[in-house]
């Protein structure tokens, strides 16, 4: 689809990762749990998966936990530490910011006792660390902050969150569906406890992620699926072979920088009256732009037959202006005139 600028939301499975996986749809079918030749022919290809998404940040292989996506890896990294402290109840931070799958977790767990501090960002999404060093209490067991805003494209300073938490003696979870493969991750150097990561945004398939959790067989965390024992109790369920082969796949075939072809669809955009939100440190793949009137956006669409976002996949079918915009302080009108448009995403080199 030459007109699809929705990347964010989703990317195609690329024909590696289709290759990669089609023999384990119907060749190599067999249960991995299984003792037989075959069963432990597959098991060893998710080991070997296992092992290459652990690579991309810097874990162990027996920390990968996998996940039917990023949005079971968030809840069962909150849910998993929150449920711990179910009789004494506990603190978490997070902020208003996150994916509606953090926010609404949150919102579950407040209705059980939790307490909850929501961190509110700058005018360009950014989460200062000195407010979330300010929200601890006595009672805080978990920081839970994204690492690249969905919306936005804002990249946060989650080392320094790490660090406040490591300091802390507080467990620190990142939500990095939009970072993992496009921005570089060392979960020590970061001093990460806990990272979701997410198939279809990497040109993987849908249905499929993961949680990185330090320690993991040492970990008390709580699983949220009970099964025959898979991803060490953890998470329950038979695993599905060819999409965690496809997420292997994935990492593994992954397009390093093109930013040049960025900086000249950039150059056409800004032929039209609009601002970027997000300021400077955003994922240059990531366009959250507001036209300055309807009449803009009218000669706009005109123009450019994309297919492209007003806010995030999740906010699509609503009609109430999307929660990240307001709580940078769009009004309801410029969110309405704000559009999110997303290229396809490549590894970021920094030097």
Same mark, same amino acid.
């Given at each position: 689809?030459?007109?699809?600028?929705?990347?964010?939301?989703?990317?195609?499975?690329?024909?590696?990762?289709?290759?990669?996986?089609?023999?384990?749809?119907?060749?190599?079918?067999?249960?991995?749990?299984?003792?037989?030749?075959?069963?432990?022919?597959?098991?060893?290809?998710?080991?070997?998966?296992?092992?290459?998404?652990?690579?991309?940040?810097?874990?162990?292989?027996?920390?990968?936990?996998?996940?039917?996506?990023?949005?079971?890896?968030?809840?069962?990294?909150?849910?998993?530490?929150?449920?711990?402290?179910?009789?004494?109840?506990?603190?978490?931070?997070?902020?208003?910011?996150?994916?509606?799958?953090?926010?609404?977790?949150?919102?579950?767990?407040?209705?059980?006792?939790?307490?909850?501090?929501?961190?509110?960002?700058?005018?360009?999404?950014?989460?200062?660390?000195?407010?979330?060093?300010?929200?601890?209490?006595?009672?805080?067991?978990?920081?839970?902050?994204?690492?690249?805003?969905?919306?936005?494209?804002?990249?946060?300073?989650?080392?320094?969150?790490?660090?406040?938490?490591?300091?802390?003696?507080?467990?620190?979870?990142?939500?990095?569906?939009?970072?993992?493969?496009?921005?570089?991750?060392?979960?020590?150097?970061?001093?990460?406890?806990?990272?979701?990561?997410?198939?279809?945004?990497?040109?993987?398939?849908?249905?499929?992620?993961?949680?990185?959790?330090?320690?993991?067989?040492?970990?008390?965390?709580?699983? =949220? @699926?009970?099964? /025959?024992?898979?991803?060490?109790?953890?998470?329950?369920?038979? *695993?599905?072979?060819?999409?965690? #082969? %496809? $997420?292997?796949?994935?990492?593994?075939?992954?397009?390093?920088?093109?930013?040049?072809?960025?900086?000249?669809?950039?150059?056409?955009?800004?032929?039209?009256?609009?601002?970027?939100?997000?300021?400077?440190?955003?994922?240059?793949?990531?366009?959250?732009?507001?036209?300055?009137?309807?009449?803009?956006?009218?000669?706009?669409?005109?123009?450019?037959?994309? =297919? @492209?976002?007003? /806010?995030?996949?999740?906010?699509?079918?609503?009609?109430?202006? *999307?929660?990240?915009?307001?709580? #940078? %302080? $769009?009004?309801?009108?410029?969110?309405?005139?704000?559009?999110?448009?997303?290229?396809?995403?490549?590894?970021?080199?920094?030097?």
């Amino acid at each position: 689809m030459n007109n699809y600028y929705d990347y964010a939301a989703s990317t195609p499975v690329s024909d590696a990762v289709f290759k990669k996986m089609f023999p384990w749809l119907n060749e190599s079918f067999a249960n991995p749990s299984a003792a037989h030749v075959e069963g432990i022919k597959a098991s060893d290809a998710i080991q070997e998966a296992r092992e290459v998404i652990a690579d991309e940040i810097g874990a162990m292989p027996s920390e990968i936990i996998f996940t039917s996506g990023a949005s079971e890896a968030n809840n069962l990294a909150i849910k998993g530490v929150a449920f711990q402290f179910l009789n004494e109840k506990c603190h978490i931070i997070t902020s208003s910011i996150e994916h509606k799958c953090v926010l609404n977790t949150c919102d579950f767990l407040e209705k059980l006792g939790f307490e909850v501090t929501y961190i509110q960002p700058n005018r360009d999404g950014l989460i200062s660390p000195n407010e979330v060093k300010k929200a601890i209490q006595e009672n805080t067991k978990l920081i839970s902050i994204h690492h690249v805003n969905n919306e936005l494209g804002t990249i946060q300073p989650i080392s320094e969150f790490g660090e406040i938490a490591i300091e802390h003696g507080i467990l620190f979870h990142t939500d990095a569906a939009q970072s993992f493969c496009k921005l570089n991750i060392d979960v020590d150097d970061m001093d990460i406890d806990f990272l979701s990561l997410s198939g279809h945004k990497i040109y993987g398939p849908k249905g499929i992620g993961a949680l990185y959790v330090r320690d993991a067989r040492d970990s008390e965390l709580v699983p =949220l @699926i009970h099964g /025959g024992g898979q991803e060490l109790g953890l998470r329950g369920g038979t *695993s599905p072979t060819p999409l965690i #082969i %496809g $997420l292997a796949a994935a990492v593994q075939y992954f397009p390093e920088n093109t930013a040049d072809s960025v900086e000249v669809f950039q150059d056409k955009l800004f032929q039209y009256s609009c601002v970027r939100n997000g300021g400077n440190e955003v994922l240059p793949t990531i366009l959250n732009i507001t036209f300055s009137s309807l009449e803009d956006v009218k000669k706009f669409k005109v123009d450019n037959e994309w =297919l @492209i976002s007003q /806010g995030s996949a999740c906010n699509a079918m609503s009609n109430v202006a *999307s929660h990240v915009l307001s709580n #940078i %302080g $769009l009004s309801e009108e410029e969110a309405r005139l704000t559009y999110r448009i997303s290229l396809p995403p490549f590894r970021l080199i920094i030097d």
